[in-house]
Every structure is written in C-alpha cells, then in structure tokens.
C-alpha cells in the first residue's frame, strides 16, 4: 500500500526564485492529504499532476502566512473544478473565522461543503480517522499556537481471519463490519471484536510533520519509533541563539529530537532564505544522525 | 518621464502553467503601483526584478480572489523586507475587514503603516493624488462591486515661466510651492495663481484599467482619448451569450469600447482557461480596432 510525501515546498517565511513555502502532500493508497499550504501550493499541485480534487484532508501547522496563505486560491479553484467531496480542515483556532471571512469576503460559491475542526495546541489528540490514516495533533512550542500532525497509516478492510468467521453465520454485511474495523453484537451483550476475527495486521508506518518548533524533548515521547520524522531546521547551528530567540531549530536540534525519537529518517526542511544552498544540513545532520534527507521541490519519499 | 505598464498576470480565475491572475504594476518615473494582486504576484515581481519597496499604492478593482490573493503574502513580505513607508490600498467595501482579519490571524507585525481606502463603486471619484499621478475610479457592471481606475500622469514640479516669476520678489519657500502646483498668497486676496507662474505643461499621458466587466457604453465618458485602454477580454465572440451572463467581455465588447473612446491602444487580458491560445484575440481585435495588443507576462508597454 502506497505511503509517501511528494514535497511542495521548503522555504521558511518568503517564496524565493519561484520556489514557495511550506507544503506537502501525503499520499495513502490514492488518499491524499495537505500538510500546511503556502502561497502558490495551488500552482505546485498543478506542476506534479497531483489530483487536487482526491485531497481529503488539509493540515496547518500554525497560522504564519508562509504556512496557510495558499488556502484561499485552493478552495476557490477546486470549487472551480467542480469538486463535491467536502474538505476538511485542521488547525489552529483562528483558522474557522479567517476561512469564512475570506469566503465571505469573495462572495465564494464553492459547490462542497468545508469542514473546518481548530485544534487544541496544548494536549495531542487524535483528530481525524478514515480508511486509510489515523492524524494526531503533537503539541509544538513556536512563537504563535501550533501543531504538527502525526500520521498513522491503518489498514482497512482487515483481512478476515477465516477459522473464526467459519463458526459464526455472519451475514454479508456483519462481515463488511468486521472488515472495516466495527465490533458485531450477536445478540444482547453477545459481542464479537473485529481484532478477535481478523488476522494481525502488519505494523503500519507512520510519519510526523513537525514545524515549527524551537528544540522540544516533550515531543519524543509522541514521535517515538515513527519511520520519518519531518523537523523544520530552519537554521545551521552557527544560527543556535537566534533559533532559540525565534523559537526555530537548528540541523543538530533536529538530528537530536530524531535520535531521541529512535526515528527511521529524519526530513529536514523550511530553510531560511539566508542559505544559498542546502549541502551544509545534510552533512551537519548526518553527523549526528546518519539516514538525514534534504527536502527539495519535487522530492517523493516512500515512508 | 517614464508612464509604463508592466504585466504580471493574464489569466482569468485560475493559474495554470505557472502562469498567474491579474496584476500588473505601473511605473511612472520610478513610483510603482500595483494594479490588482493574484495569487503569486509577489513572485512574479521577484521575477521581473520589480523593486517591491517602491511600490507606493495597490488598487484592487474588486474582491473575487484572482484579483486580490497574493495581497497577504506580499503584505507580509515588505515587512521582511523591512518596508517603512506607508502603503495605501485602494479597493472596494469589504477590503479592510479582510486585510484586517488576514493580519490579526497571522499576528504579523509588518513595521510600516497600511492606509486602507474603500472606493464607491457606483459613482466615479479622484482617490489618489502624488507627486507623479492622479487616480480616479471608473465605475464597471460585474457580478460584484468593481471598479476599474483611470491613471494619469502629473507633471510636477512644473516649468517655471521665467519672465513672470521675475514680476514678483518670491521666496525660494514660495517659488517651491509653485512648481509643486500650489498657489501663493502675496498678501490677503492677493493670490498667484501657479498656472498662471508655469509654462502649460505637455499633454500628460492617461491609462485606464477596466475589469472585470461586462460591455458597458457608460465608461467611455470617462476614459475618452485615453492613451492606453485595458479592458478585460474573457472570451472570444464564440462566446458572447456566456460573456453577458457572467458579466464578462469578449474581444469585439472591448474593441467597441476602444473605438467609442477613442483610445490610443487597447490591451486585451484575462483570458479564460479555455483558450490554449491568445492569437484569435489579437485577430478578432485589429479587425475592429487595429491597435489592440495582447497582454502577456513579462510584457512592458510604454503607455
């Protein structure tokens, strides 16, 4: 089953020689989701022929422009292509009055319904599920209310384990029930438990989105063991101070939170505009902790 | 004395190909204004090297978000780019609550002061004043409160007129004044009057930018001998039935208003997403007006 990001941006605060900020798609078996949407994401979706309107879910991180100011061209232009899904949105509160206000503000017809849930920035909290993914919220410490999301891969329909539905006459869609990870009452108090009929899955992968965020142990134990870890590093660690003063982290702040995390990989990403090229993050990050990546514009990585 | 158009956007609703929606900026002798503000356009002035911070006034002809999207970004990114002077935006009722709520959600502090001005729609009025042009607005029929602006150049300071400034023993304060264009007052009643102290000055030059809008005779009053002409061009004829209903143009809808105004040129933009080309509205245009142009990124016309 196809798990991956497809990067869309990694610059910090500005676009910059037609590069843009924050954005990234995740892509679970043809589920996509959006992580954060900079100015221009709409223009960046159209380049990799990514299918907008298969985007299920959008998640920001936090409301600092480079983080969110693309959702107002993204929802008018899948309105304009004739999307019907509704479109759920994640993030922080403010989000809901900004979305309708601009919405209001345009006179918008959209044609699908948003649906838009603010989260709570202080506690991790599982916030959205579907046959695909499970998303919670990890608390992140930056200048302004934010999250990262934590993103669990589940696997649905659960294979049947055929032993033990042989015992039971289960009717078609008692068994579709089961498959989609629902508990069936045989009768009063009379309960079988889709974990007892199905075969163990295979462990799912996950992936932690977490930006931005001056260096936080608390998060680690949230992370723990995750396959990729995204962490902003924003600066190369002659910047240590000025990371700490703008609540950012630095390369070595991040390889740190991935060793700790016990992470696969670590993704490094929205660089400051200061930097010219991105070679000095992938060996300051390798340094303390080997499989580190750059992030780039176009970048697929399989989780 | 530099009056020139560059163009930044072409496209109707949508960008596509990396290409963006309205914008364009106008220089007159090196003070920049932003006429209308996609999704992007802070990246296509990075592009064409546009110094950002000398942009003095941004006029939206109306709130629908190919128009007025890429506002935020660049709002935020003068204050990166530590902008100090103010900066005025002209636009219809209802853009100051969404710049307002826009930079109250982001918690930008930008540095610099924005001078918001809500223009009336219905009724044609001069805006803006300075030392290089006079803006007044034309009143445009669309689906929403639009209006187009018509620029024209002021040339200031004026030429003295040297024998008659001989007449009076004036300051150098007072002198000031008038090549600035204000009178003096010599004594209680006694006025000079500073076109009376100037040589007349050479005709000045006259832009107007009219969209979106459906055909409209009433405009032509106001932009009658204009120098240059922007009127929208949606569509082609093909789709006039279209073009009325969505209170939009066609090439021949804006070559008439051309003809009638007897503008100098016309520039023809916004075109629809359904034409892969431009070349059937440069054809359709010199047969009714032969000086009408097409707009294109990166375009610089010397109005």
């Not at 998640?59 to 993204?74: A, E, N, Q, R, Y």
């Not at 302004?144 to 696997?155: A, D, F, M």
């Not at 016990?262 to 390798?286: C, E, V």
């Amino acid at each position: 089953m196809k798990f991956e990001v497809l990067i869309l941006g990694t610059n910090a605060a500005l676009p910059h020689n037609n590069k843009i900020t924050s954005a990234q798609v995740l892509n679970a078996d043809e589920y996509l989701y959006l992580l954060d949407c900079g100015e221009g994401t709409q223009m960046k979706l159209e380049k990799f022929k990514v299918r907008k309107n298969k985007i299920k879910a959008i998640f920001i991180s936090h409301l600092h422009g480079d983080h969110f100011f693309g959702l107002p061209g993204l929802l008018t232009s899948f309105g304009h292509h004739h999307r019907k899904d509704p479109l759920h949105i994640f993030g922080p509160v403010g989000i809901t009055r900004y979305v309708q206000v601009v919405l209001d503000t345009c006179q918008a017809f959209l044609g699908y319904d948003v649906r838009i849930v603010e989260t709570d920035t202080a506690t991790s909290q599982i916030i959205y599920t579907d046959q695909k993914i499970q998303v919670s919220t990890i608390p992140l410490k930056h200048r302004i209310p934010t999250n990262g999301y934590l993103i669990r891969q589940v696997e649905r329909p659960y294979n049947l384990d055929g032993e033990k539905i042989k015992k039971y006459n289960l009717s078609i869609e008692q068994i579709r029930q089961i498959k989609d990870g629902k508990d069936i009452y045989l009768s009063e108090g009379n309960r079988l438990r889709w974990q007892d009929m199905t075969l163990t899955p295979v462990k799912q992968k996950a992936y932690a989105y977490c930006t931005d965020t001056v260096y936080d142990e608390t998060i680690v134990a949230l992370i723990n063991g995750v396959d990729l870890l995204y962490h902003e590093t924003t600066y190369l660690d002659d910047m240590s101070k000025e990371a700490q003063e703008r609540m950012h982290s630095t390369i070595s702040d991040a390889a740190k939170i991935a060793v700790l995390a016990g992470a696969g990989k670590l993704l490094t990403g929205h660089y400051s505009g200061r930097y010219l090229t991105t070679d000095d993050f992938l060996h300051a990050g390798k340094k303390l902790f080997e499989p580190t990546l750059l992030s780039y514009e176009g970048l697929v990585i399989p989780i």
